[in-house]
Protein backbone atom coordinates (compact mmCIF):
# COMPACT_ATOMS: atom_id res chain seq x y z
CA UNK A 1 0.00 0.00 0.00
CA UNK A 2 3.00 2.33 0.31
CA UNK A 3 6.78 2.30 -0.50
CA UNK A 4 8.19 -1.01 -0.85
CA UNK A 5 11.70 -0.36 -1.43
CA UNK A 6 13.88 2.53 -0.82
CA UNK A 7 17.78 2.64 -1.39
CA UNK A 8 20.18 5.11 -1.62
CA UNK A 9 24.08 4.45 -2.45
CA UNK A 10 26.63 6.63 -2.19
CA UNK A 11 30.43 6.41 -0.58
CA UNK A 12 29.17 7.19 2.92
CA UNK A 13 27.44 4.14 4.22
CA UNK A 14 25.83 6.48 7.52
CA UNK A 15 24.82 9.18 4.77
CA UNK A 16 23.48 6.34 2.63
CA UNK A 17 21.40 5.02 5.17
CA UNK A 18 19.75 8.06 6.62
CA UNK A 19 18.73 9.15 2.81
CA UNK A 20 17.42 6.08 2.63
CA UNK A 21 15.42 6.36 5.62
CA UNK A 22 14.28 9.27 4.24
CA UNK A 23 13.65 8.46 1.14
CA UNK A 24 11.22 5.75 2.62
CA UNK A 25 9.56 8.56 4.71
CA UNK A 26 9.22 10.70 1.47
CA UNK A 27 8.39 8.35 -0.97
CA UNK A 28 8.08 9.83 -4.48
CA UNK A 29 8.75 13.49 -3.16
CA UNK A 30 11.92 12.13 -1.82
CA UNK A 31 12.62 11.37 -5.35
CA UNK A 32 12.82 14.87 -6.20
CA UNK A 33 14.16 16.14 -2.88
CA UNK A 34 17.36 14.15 -2.33
CA UNK A 35 19.35 14.69 -5.49
CA UNK A 36 18.97 18.69 -5.07
CA UNK A 37 21.12 17.87 -1.56
CA UNK A 38 23.19 15.08 -3.15
CA UNK A 39 23.46 15.48 -6.58
CA UNK A 40 25.72 12.19 -6.61
CA UNK A 41 23.62 10.11 -4.85
CA UNK A 42 22.19 7.27 -6.07
CA UNK A 43 17.98 6.36 -6.14
CA UNK A 44 15.97 3.52 -6.06
CA UNK A 45 12.18 3.33 -4.87
CA UNK A 46 9.60 0.99 -5.54
CA UNK A 47 6.20 1.31 -4.95
CA UNK A 48 3.18 -1.15 -5.56
CA UNK A 49 1.82 -1.01 -9.82
CA UNK A 50 -1.77 -0.20 -10.29
CA UNK A 51 -4.29 -2.48 -8.42
CA UNK A 52 -1.54 -3.89 -6.38
CA UNK A 53 -0.40 -6.18 -9.05
CA UNK A 54 3.38 -5.29 -10.10
CA UNK A 55 5.97 -3.32 -8.66
CA UNK A 56 6.30 0.11 -10.21
CA UNK A 57 10.47 1.10 -9.93
CA UNK A 58 11.44 4.49 -9.90
CA UNK A 59 15.35 5.11 -10.61
CA UNK A 60 17.78 8.41 -10.57
CA UNK A 61 21.60 7.99 -11.29
CA UNK A 62 21.02 3.84 -11.59
CA UNK A 63 21.35 2.09 -15.01
CA UNK A 64 18.18 -0.06 -16.43
Do not use: K
Not at 7 to 18: P, Q, T
Not at 27 to 39: F, S, T
Not at 44 to 54: I, T
Amino acid sequence: QGTLLAAVALESASEADALSTALLALGQEGMARIPRIRPAARLLWAEPADAGHGVRLHRYQFPQ
